[in-house]
């Protein structure tokens, strides 16, 4: 059951995932973690540190801003 992410931020990560066409074991894998870590980041249960959050674009293909909240930004 996929249920609806709780923060903007996850939302945003799950949408950038799924329109870079991986899965979240993918996704994990390319950002060096797991896929669990990933969901409940999607879900919006943790908070990415900015590691976090810089491996997730690379492995995804996006970036990010920041003005008081983070933003992804999809790449081109």
Do not use: H
Request: include cysteine; charged fraction near 25%; charge should be positive.
């Amino acid at each position: 059951m996929v249920t609806e992410p709780k923060t903007p931020l996850g939302r945003q990560m799950r949408e950038a995932r799924k329109a870079a066409g991986l899965t979240q074991v993918e996704t994990a894998e390319r950002m060096g973690t797991y896929q669990g870590y990933l969901g409940g980041l999607e879900r919006g249960e943790t908070s990415p540190n900015v590691l976090m959050l810089i491996r997730f674009c690379q492995a995804v293909g996006c970036g990010f801003t920041w003005d008081g909240e983070f933003r992804l930004t999809l790449e081109k």
